[in-house]
């Protein structure tokens, strides 16, 4: 995890859905269906795989995804596919370890953060163990050349990949309406990266500036860089903690 100091710090958090359009069905494969807040949930899981939010062009893809899955499920029922529990729980548990993640309750939090609960989780592992499975019995014995296993691989080893996370402090400099500081306050910001660059304490400068009444600031936490908006993200991807 990085920790980085930022002079200003937006966040939007998407509004809720009603209830009846959430639970539309939107996928239907035989007995299986997904509704519009499964495709949203899997939206959401999609965005803390990649690190990108979907896209209206990402739809048409998203959408066959979700019927391919459904019909190879279909198709683990036929075939009598079944997944133990312990392989579940094996499952996360090599999810914890590459993650370097040995407690239960900050995995936990961290799902949370990342919009996913651990039931969730495991509903997914177990539909990927079984998909891999089906895939496996259906069409193991073709032959599989290296480039097709080198994709393969670069595929799924980032499937459930958690997202890194910046822990961020940041510092605001109002400017009046028309904009008659905006210059000094300008000064004052320039200064204090100054300041800090030569070896200050961010919080602790922070702390003196908004004594003077004019400035806010202070401790963001921890934030998955996936929920930072686009330009915060592309800034403090690269900085150095």
């Known amino acids: 995890m990085k920790r980085f100091c930022v002079l200003l710090l937006l966040l939007a958090a998407p509004a809720a859905a009603e209830k009846r359009l959430l639970e539309a069905i939107v996928v239907r494969v035989n007995e299986r269906i997904l509704t519009v807040s499964d495709l949203r949930q899997r939206a959401v899981e999609r965005a803390a795989e990649t690190g990108k939010k979907l896209t209206p062009e990402d739809i048409p893809t998203f959408l066959q995804e979700a019927v391919d899955e459904l019909c190879l499920l279909e198709r683990a029922s036929e075939l009598k596919i079944e997944v133990e529990r312990a392989d579940v729980e094996a499952a996360v548990a090599q999810l914890k370890e590459q993650n370097h993640i040995a407690d239960d309750k900050a995995f936990d939090e961290l799902l949370?953060?990342?919009?996913?609960?651990?039931?969730?989780?495991?509903?997914?592992?177990?539909?990927?163990?079984?998909?891999?499975?089906?895939?496996?019995?259906?069409?193991?014995?073709?032959?599989?050349?290296?480039?097709?296993?080198?994709?393969?691989?670069?595929?799924?080893?980032?499937?459930?990949?958690?997202?890194?996370?910046?822990?961020?402090?940041?510092?605001?400099?109002?400017?009046?309406?028309?904009?008659?500081?905006?210059?000094?306050?300008?000064?004052?910001?320039?200064?204090?990266?100054?300041?800090?660059?030569?070896?200050?304490?961010?919080?602790?400068?922070?702390?003196?500036?908004?004594k003077k009444g004019d400035a806010s600031g202070g401790d963001l936490g921890e934030i998955a860089l996936p929920d930072l908006r686009e330009e915060v993200a592309k800034a403090v991807a690269n900085l150095q903690p």
């Open 112 to 210: 949370a953060n990342l919009g996913m609960t651990r039931k969730q989780l495991e509903e997914r592992l177990k539909a990927t163990i079984t998909i891999n499975r089906t895939l496996q019995k259906e069409v193991g014995q073709l032959p599989i050349t290296e480039e097709e296993l080198k994709s393969r691989y670069e595929k799924e080893k980032e499937r459930f990949a958690i997202p890194e996370k910046v822990h961020l402090e940041h510092v605001l400099f109002p400017i009046k309406s028309d904009g008659s500081n905006a210059e000094s306050q300008w000064e004052r910001a320039r200064r204090l990266v100054a300041v800090v660059r030569a070896g200050a304490d961010f919080s602790q400068s922070v702390a003196e500036e908004t």
